[in-house]
């Protein structure tokens, strides 16, 4: 810790290595604007379509966003938390949970998840610039996204000073304009409807929160307090998620009805005076999500190989990422997006609770060893396998084949999910009270 503390003040940007000195130059502000940036998303007024279950009433739907979000964030800011006071990246920091050989599981989990999250990102961005733009062809807006992006992850902390200094402000200022805008539209009745599927709606919320958990300590560890960190992130992330799916909400309930998906989403941005301009806004600021995704990726890998260049790796997964954005068929992408965010958070809260139970609440973090001699801790994959299956149990997903074999387990089981169980909740609850439970045989000595 004090050799981070002692960084120089002219080293701006992160270490090429995990070795490297690592910069302490993050205040609350700084944080606030990242997660703030992160929260707003073209893809989360597209999400928000997905929380909305038939014969659900809008305001049952608003309210699982706040309910989901607040939930998520809340382990987004405990997990910036660990960051600043170790100084770690989040990967790195889970060798203190599992052991540093056992932490490549979790490793390579999020490494697929976060290149996952950056595919999509350039997909969606040149998705918006081809509806907003006249040359309606697709591949020369990956490349340009994908450029932008790999150029951006190669200099994060200069791109999260540029977020605070101008993106923030103008972004929130679009979402504002687009909001006044949709409202002066027919409104229909936000109570119309029921509160069916309220905890389905809300695990969605929370998984695409939870998505970041992994991700935070690699931002936070660049914090001047933990403080910051915590405040800035619960404060940024949180609010700005709200109004962005707030917002899509809003566009479903007035001019995207007849048409949902993301293409019918932007078009009804575009569709309002003016509404060229404020969605301009939010299409260039996509680039922060896929930067930060590609950036991370390049972070967790190195928890693998910590002497490889941070910004070969960058280049490289940028170029991966925008070559895979090639691939993926565009008209297969709403499947393909959905069917990812249910399997997230089916497993990452499950491990997010074990991390909880031993840094927070048993004060593992006195002796919290991320050396590459981190010992290994088997058991404590039982209670997050566990944790998954419980989710798995209540909501097992869009997949169809992986849906048909946890119908079997439930049938088995004889178990049928009721309306009212959050698999988010059940899951946490399940993996922290067998964490807990499992104390007495992964203690380790303060050192």
Not at 76 to 85: E, F
Not at 184 to 211: C, E, K, Y
Not at 259 to 275: E, L, N, T
Request: glycine share 8%; aromatic share 12%.
């Amino acid at each position: 810790m004090s050799t981070l503390l002692a960084v120089p003040p002219e080293v701006s940007e992160p270490g090429r290595t995990l070795d490297d000195p690592q910069p302490r130059t993050l205040g609350f502000f700084d944080q606030t604007a990242l997660w703030g940036n992160l929260g707003i998303s073209l893809l989360g007024p597209v999400t928000a379509v997905y929380v909305v279950a038939p014969g659900m009433s809008f305001a049952a739907a608003f309210t699982a966003v706040v309910v989901g979000t607040l939930i998520g964030t809340a382990g987004l800011a405990l997990a910036s938390v660990a960051g600043a006071r170790t100084g770690k990246p989040a990967m790195v920091l889970l060798r203190g949970l599992f052991g540093a050989k056992l932490s490549f599981l979790p490793t390579v989990l999020n490494v697929v998840q976060v290149l996952g999250w950056a595919i999509f990102e350039i997909v969606v961005i040149s998705q918006a610039a081809s509806q907003l733009l006249p040359w309606h062809a697709h591949w020369p807006y990956i490349l340009i996204a994908g450029a932008l992006t790999t150029v951006m992850a190669i200099r994060p902390l200069g791109a999260v000073r540029l977020l605070r200094r101008y993106a923030l402000i103008a972004v929130l200022a679009a979402m504002a304009y687009l909001t006044i805008q949709l409202f002066r539209q027919p409104l229909p009745s936000f109570t119309h409807g029921g509160w069916n599927g309220f905890w389905i709606g809300t695990d969605l919320v929370i998984a695409v929160s939870v998505s970041w958990i992994p991700l935070a300590a690699d931002y936070s560890r660049h914090s001047r307090t933990s403080r910051d960190a915590f405040a800035g992130s619960f404060v940024g992330y949180g609010l700005t998620q709200i109004f962005c799916y707030g917002l899509g909400l809003l566009a479903l309930a007035t001019v995207a009805s007849a048409d949902p998906s993301q293409h019918g989403m932007f078009g009804a941005f575009i569709a309002v005076p003016v509404g060229w301009l404020a969605f301009g806004v939010l299409l260039l600021r996509e680039l922060d999500e896929s930067f930060a995704n590609v950036y991370s990726t390049a972070v967790s890998t190195q928890n693998l190989r910590p002497l490889w260049d941070r910004r070969v790796l960058a280049i490289v997964i940028g170029v991966v990422a925008t070559a895979a954005a090639f691939w993926l068929d565009h008209s297969s992408f709403q499947a393909a997006y959905q069917n990812f965010l249910s399997l997230i958070g089916s497993i990452f809260i499950p491990m997010f609770a074990v991390f909880v139970v031993r840094y927070f609440v048993l004060h593992d973090d006195r002796s919290w060893d991320t050396s590459e001699a981190a010992p290994s801790r088997w058991v404590l994959l039982v209670p997050w396998l566990i944790g998954f299956v419980a989710y798995q149990l209540v909501s097992p997903g869009l997949v169809t084949g992986w849906a048909k074999v946890w119908g079997h387990v439930q049938s088995w089981l004889h178990f049928t999910p009721a309306a009212w169980m959050s698999a988010s909740i059940i899951s946490f609850l399940v993996a922290a009270i067998i964490t807990l439970a499992l104390a007495p045989l992964t203690r380790r000595r303060p050192a």
